[in-house]
C-alpha cells in the first residue's frame, strides 16, 4: 500500500493525528499546571532563602520571605488545584460517594492531632514516622473502601400485587461485577424519594420500599448474593425507590463510606383485604339485602318453603300458609346472574385526624367487600368521584377497583357536590347497590335509600366506639 508522504517528509496520517490530538490538549488546564509549578518552584526558592536568611541574622527579611513563600503555596492550593481536579479522572472516580468519620474515627483523628503537635514541638523523628502511618492508615482505609463499592449492581424483586399490612417476601439481589477483587461488609439501605418544593427544600413525596438494611459480609468476584426479606407496607399508596445507598465501614472502621445506586422503581400498594370488623357487621345483612333483591326480580316459581327471618313480607303464600297454618314463601327462580355496583362517596365534612381515619376505614371496607364478591362470583361495577368501572366479570374488574382504591383520596367539597355522586348512581340503577358514604342518613332522600343499600361510615364508627366503651 502506498503511504501519502507531505513535503516534509511525514506521512499525512501522521500529521492528520497529531492535529487532532493538538485539538483536544485542554490548553486551560495545562495553562493552569505550568502556573502552579512556576509559583511552587518560586515558594521554594523562597523557603530555601528564608532559611538561610534566619541562619545569617536577618530574621525581618527571613520572615517576609516565609511569608510570600506561604502565601504563594495557598494561592496554588486554593485556586489552581481545586481548578486542575475538576479537570481529571479523580472527579468521576469520587462522584456520588458520601463520606462520615465513626466514632472510632473520630478517635483516630484525635490521636493523630496530638502526635503532631508533639512531632512538631519535640522535632521527633520516631514521631514523625509514627505520624506518617498513621496517616497512611486514613488513605488506604478510604482507597480500600472505594474498591469495595466499585463494581456493584443491585435488584430489587417483589411480587405483582402487593397488600398493606400483609408480609411479603422479597429478593434483594446484589451482584459484585469486579474481575478480580471480592466486596467485603456492605450494608444496603433504602432512600425515600425526593422532590423539591418551592425555595428548593427537599420535601418527601413516597415512602421508600426497602425500609430495613440488608447486611451481606462476603461478596465473591463475579457472583451475586440474594437475600430473601420480608417487607411490610404499613399503608395503602405508592412507594418509590430511586436509589439505594451501600455503605461500608471496611477495612478499620474509621470512615463510613456511601454510593448511590440508582434504581428508579416505583410500586402501588393496594388496601388491606383482611376482614375488618367493620366488614363482619355490614356482611349478614347486606347479604340478606341482596338476595331479596335478586329474587325478588325474578318471576318463575321454584319452590314453596318455610319462612325465614330473613325473608320479605311481600313472598309470603298466604294460601299455603293459611292450608298448614304456618308461614310459607315463594322462592323464585333466578333469571340473571348476581350482579352489584360498588359505589364509594369520597366525600368527608372535615380534615380532621378522626375523620381522614374514618375515611381510611372506609376505603378498607370497599376493598374488602370488593374481594369478597370477587371470591363468591358476582359481577360488578364500581364508581367513585371522577373514575367508574362498567359492569365486568369479578376476574377482570377487581385490580382495577383496589388500584383506584389505592390512591383514592377524600373529597372536602360541599354536601351538595358530594350528593351527586349519590343521586347520579341512583337514577342509573339497573343492578343491586351499595354505597359507601360519610354523609348523615337524613341527608340522603327517601326514594334514594329504598333504591340502594347504604353504608353509612358514621354510623358504624358509632356502633364501634360505643361497643368499644
Given at each position: 500500500m502506498a503511504v501519502q508522504v507531505q513535503s516534509g517528509?511525514?506521512?499525512?496520517?501522521?500529521?492528520?493525528?497529531?492535529?487532532?490530538?493538538?485539538?483536544?490538549?485542554?490548553?486551560?488546564?495545562?495553562?493552569?499546571?505550568?502556573?502552579?509549578?512556576?509559583?511552587?518552584?518560586l515558594a521554594l526558592f523562597l523557603a530555601l532563602y528564608a532559611t538561610g536568611l534566619s541562619q545569617s541574622g536577618q530574621y525581618k527579611t527571613a520572615a517576609v520571605a516565609a511569608s510570600v513563600s506561604l502565601l504563594l503555596a495557598a494561592l496554588v492550593a486554593v485556586r489552581v488545584v481545586p481548578g486542575l481536579a475538576r479537570r481529571t479522572a479523580l472527579q468521576h472516580w469520587m462522584r456520588g460517594v458520601e463520606y462520615e468519620f465513626t466514632p472510632e474515627g473520630a478517635v483516630y483523628l484525635a490521636l493523630i492531632l496530638i502526635i503532631t503537635v508533639a512531632a512538631v514541638n519535640t522535632g521527633n523523628n520516631l514521631l514523625f514516622i509514627i505520624l506518617s502511618c498513621l496517616l497512611a492508615g486514613i488513605l488506604v482505609s478510604g482507597v480500600m473502601s472505594r474498591i469495595v463499592l466499585q463494581g456493584l449492581e443491585l435488584e430489587l424483586t417483589l411480587p405483582d400485587h402487593l397488600f398493606a399490612g400483609q408480609p411479603v417476601f422479597a429478593r434483594l439481589r446484589l451482584k459484585n461485577q469486579k474481575q478480580f477483587l471480592p466486596t467485603f461488609s456492605v450494608t444496603v439501605q433504602g432512600r425515600a424519594s425526593l422532590r423539591l418544593k418551592r425555595g428548593r427544600h427537599p420535601l418527601l413525596s413516597a415512602p421508600a420500599i426497602l425500609s430495613q438494611d440488608v447486611y451481606i459480609p462476603y461478596l465473591p468476584r463475579r457472583s451475586a448474593a440474594s437475600p430473601d426479606l420480608m417487607l411490610t407496607f404499613p399503608k395503602r399508596g405508592s412507594y418509590s425507590q430511586e436509589s439505594f445507598r451501600v455503605s461500608t465501614r471496611f477495612p478499620f472502621g474509621f470512615i463510613r463510606k456511601t454510593r448511590s445506586i440508582p434504581c428508579g422503581r416505583e410500586v402501588l400498594v393496594l388496601p388491606s383485604v383482611e376482614p375488618s370488623e367493620a366488614f363482619f357487621e355490614v356482611l349478614p345483612q347486606l347479604g340478606s339485602e341482596m338476595d331479596s333483591y335478586v329474587k325478588g326480580r325474578s318471576h318463575d316459581l321454584y319452590a314453596i318453603r318455610d319462612y325465614r327471618p330473613s325473608d320479605s313480607a311481600r313472598h309470603v303464600d298466604w294460601k299455603a300458609t293459611a292450608r298448614v297454618r304456618q308461614l310459607k314463601v315463594r322462592e323464585f327462580t333466578r333469571e340473571d346472574q348476581r350482579r352489584l355496583r360498588l359505589v364509594l362517596d369520597p366525600w368527608v365534612p372535615d380534615t380532621s385526624a378522626k375523620m381522614l381515619e374514618r375515611f381510611e376505614n372506609s376505603v378498607t371496607l370497599c376493598a374488602c367487600l370488593a374481594?369478597?364478591?370477587?371470591?363468591?362470583?358476582?359481577?360488578m361495577a364500581f364508581v367513585t368521584d371522577g373514575f367508574e368501572v362498567p359492569m365486568s366479570p369479578p376476574s377482570q374488574i377487581l385490580y382495577p377497583v383496589l388500584e383506584k382504591l389505592a390512591v383514592v383520596e377524600p373529597a372536602p367539597v360541599p354536601a351538595s357536590s358530594a350528593g351527586q355522586l349519590i343521586s347520579h348512581a341512583s337514577a342509573h340503577m339497573e343492578c343491586f347497590q351499595v354505597i359507601i358514604t360519610h354523609q348523615p342518613p337524613e341527608s340522603i332522600p327517601a326514594s334514594q335509600r329504598r333504591s340502594s343499600y347504604f353504608i353509612f361510615m358514621d354510623l358504624l364508627s358509632r356502633q364501634a366506639d360505643g361497643d368499644g366503651g
Open positions: 517528509g511525514l506521512p499525512s496520517g501522521f500529521l492528520s493525528g497529531a492535529r487532532g490530538w493538538l485539538r483536544r490538549i485542554d490548553r486551560a488546564a495545562w495553562r493552569r499546571f505550568f502556573v502552579a509549578v512556576l509559583a511552587l518552584t374481594w369478597y364478591f370477587y371470591e363468591t362470583g358476582v359481577e
